[in-house]
């Protein structure tokens, strides 16, 4: 391993954000944009920002239609999503505001489709309709649906291209401020007025530390003293492309309505901005919570999930669908099956393997799933614990709240 020794009056700075992904990039920029002469510096461990849930989510720019009113996830995701794309506009970067269809494709589905749909008129969601069988087949010619909902906000980016231009901005525009990949935080030691961060590459000195650590959020706070209730359980989306011949099948993006008898939306079809269409994700619970392949395991990371009560619960109330869920992960015909509940006319060799990623699920004592952003304050501290989808669309209005929240809870002027 290669050291870095910094220089030990430079390596001082006014904020030092533990994690390189959407979050704390766009943290660092809203903190920095209000406050330009502080001195942030963003630690990531890997050796590219975006590395983890960022890079491995579908890209897609959420309208806000899903959350309940009143949450943050539904302020932060419909305000995020705006500001989002103009952002993208303003700074070039590639995205589509493309629309998506919502589908229910049985009698017993439309009770919540509606409730979705009010769900997202009392989040202010523009431009939403209810359309008919007839509607789906002119936007979606593949698609079987009885009912639907429009959703023309809805849109696709790439969301490590938005994180590597936060990056970008904050090395360019801010003097003293700093994003360093292949740092890894392995410690923090208090001080009268400040915290060292420790990484095996050099240590650093900061007076208030913020961190997003995302599938590690809850391991991070904890070596920074913080104890919360809530733990971090991983969970695998494994993906399906569409091959040439299936792509002519999904013209922009298809969602089934939501089963709220489960946190997840079920499998969808997703156009990528930069080519080919996704199909997918399942949810499937993983041993190891960085590990993208089927059978990759860590011991740690498996005790860690075992040992915590709220696993368990989680389990007991969802093993049918956890069961259902690990049948698809090795089986094409399965996970097809699914599928043709939106497109019946798909077939085997439309298919082919996809990518896969990790989210990172804070579960509760009770094992009930926790929701909405958690954000936790204590001592010099701010951790982001929990800020699962819609977090990249809304991470500009999430990084606006956390530098609220550091502006007053820091005294920061």
Avoid at 31 to 49: G, H
Avoid at 153 to 181: M, N
Avoid at 244 to 260: A, D, S
Avoid at 376 to 390: D, R, T, Y
Wanted: with cysteine; charged share 25%; hydrophobic share 40%.
């Amino acid at each position: 391993m290669q050291l870095i020794y910094y220089n030990m009056e430079n390596n001082k700075y006014d904020i030092i954000i533990v994690g390189g992904g959407i979050v704390g990039l766009a943290t660092a920029y809203k903190i920095n944009t209000r406050f330009p002469s502080k001195r942030i510096l963003v630690l990531e461990k890997e050796n590219e920002v975006a590395a983890h849930q960022t890079g491995h989510n579908s890209g897609v720019i959420h309208s806000g239609i899903y959350y309940k009113p009143g949450s943050y996830k539904a302020k932060n995701c419909v305000d995020g999503r705006r500001e989002l794309v103009l952002f993208a506009k303003e700074h070039k970067i590639a995205h589509d505001i493309c629309g998506k269809i919502i589908v229910a494709t049985e009698q017993s589905e439309l009770a919540h489709m509606n409730k979705v749909f009010n769900n997202g008129i009392a989040n202010d969601v523009e431009g939403l309709e209810i359309i008919d069988a007839n509607k789906i087949k002119e936007i979606e010619p593949y698609c079987e649906g009885i009912s639907g909902i429009w959703v023309p906000c809805t849109g696709i980016i790439d969301y490590a291209d938005v994180s590597r231009k936060y990056t970008e901005l904050i090395r360019a525009k801010f003097t003293g401020s700093k994003v360093l990949t292949g740092h890894e935080v392995t410690a923090f030691e208090k001080h009268a007025d400040s915290t060292t961060v420790v990484t095996p590459k050099g240590n650093f000195s900061g007076k208030y530390i913020i961190t997003c650590a995302g599938l590690q959020s809850d391991r991070i706070a904890k070596k920074e003293g913080t104890r919360s209730d809530a733990a971090i359980v991983g969970f695998r989306g494994d993906y399906y492309d569409l091959s040439e011949k299936g792509m002519k099948k999904v013209r922009n993006l298809i969602y089934p309505v939501p089963n709220p008898q489960f946190p997840f939306l079920g499998v969808h079809f997703t156009r990528m901005i930069h080519g080919g269409t996704e199909c997918g994700p399942n949810a499937v619970f993983v041993f190891k919570r960085e590990g993208y392949g089927k059978t990759d395991f860590s011991l740690k990371d498996t005790v860690d999930a075992f040992t915590f009560g709220g696993t368990w619960k989680f389990f007991k109330k969802h093993w049918r669908f956890g069961l259902d869920e690990y049948k698809g992960a090795f089986s094409k015909k399965l996970f097809l099956k699914r599928l043709h509940k939106l497109i019946p006319s798909l077939e085997m060799d439309d298919l082919v393997p996809g990518r896969a990623g990790v989210r990172a699920m804070a579960l509760a004592p009770e094992g009930e799933m926790i929701d909405d952003f958690k954000i936790e304050k204590n001592g010099n501290a701010i951790h982001v614990l929990n800020a699962p989808s819609p977090a990249a669309t809304a991470s500009l209005a999430i990084g606006t709240a956390i530098e609220q929240m550091a502006t007053e809870y820091f005294n920061l002027n």
